[in-house]
């Protein structure tokens, strides 16, 4: 069974452009999770969708962050216009759902490691 | 607002040493702990989950134990190997409205000698 995956590994870009970053949960995953880590700090939670909807956006730092998970299945997320502080990694999640959640493993992709210059 | 914090911040070991590696948490109203590792470069792969109502979960050289009421979890690794080195973290899953956000520590970053 395929894990998480994410792309792209690595991107690159310059203050001000826009970059797009895309998460494929496992197979049946209806949870789906969007992490970041930024030079020095923790992994920080950004937001969490069930499905294609939004349960919970309070990480997101800012409207310049748009997350959208159209069908349920994959999703995106995108920087638009991208900040020097946005340079971190991006790591997505997966988890099914369960009629306990506290039984609820969260799968980690690779994450996309992006540097704004 | 919940706060991981993982100590030591670095470990290093001889091989087949058993080494203990420390989590805690500042609320106590978690629904499970998870412990991960994180090779260089690479995502997170997750190690253990211990629910809320667990004390320990265990998974070959692996133990880990939570203890709610002091807001600690400790992950145990057994007789160390060098491809037991990499960072380890620990993450918290509370309940905010309907969404199971994970609250991360900062990590041990754990070096395992030849």
């Known amino acids: 069974e395929a894990g998480v995956t994410q792309f792209p590994s690595h991107s690159v870009i310059e203050k001000g452009q826009t970059v797009t970053l895309r998460c494929d949960p496992i197979s049946g995953h209806d949870n789906l999770y969007w992490y970041r880590r930024v030079m020095g700090k923790e992994i920080k939670f950004l937001l969490h969708f069930v499905k294609e909807s939004k349960q919970d956006e309070s990480g997101m730092p800012n409207n310049r962050f748009l997350a959208e998970r159209t069908g349920g299945t994959y999703s995106t997320l995108k920087v638009q216009p991208a900040e020097l502080e946005d340079s971190g990694v991006y790591f997505c999640?997966?988890?099914?759902?369960?009629?306990?959640?506290?039984?609820?493993?969260?799968?980690f992709g690779p994450g996309t490691r992006l540097l704004v210059l | 607002k919940q706060e991981v914090t993982q100590i030591p911040a670095a470990l290093s070991v001889p091989e087949g040493e058993n080494l203990v590696l420390n989590c805690s948490f500042t609320?106590?109203?978690?629904?499970?702990l998870q412990w991960f590792r994180q090779d260089p470069g690479k995502g997170l792969t997750s190690l253990l989950l211990i629910q809320s109502s667990q004390r320990e979960q265990t998974s070959g050289r692996l133990n880990a134990s939570l203890d709610k009421s002091s807001g600690r979890s400790t992950l145990y690794i057994a007789a160390s190997q060098p491809g037991d080195s990499a960072t380890y973290l620990c993450a918290v899953s509370l309940l905010i409205g309907s969404a199971r956000q994970l609250t991360f520590g900062s990590g041990t970053q754990l070096t395992v000698l030849p």
């Open positions: 999640a997966s988890s099914q759902v369960r009629l306990l959640p506290g039984a609820e493993t969260q799968y």
């Open positions: 609320d106590s109203a978690i629904y499970n």
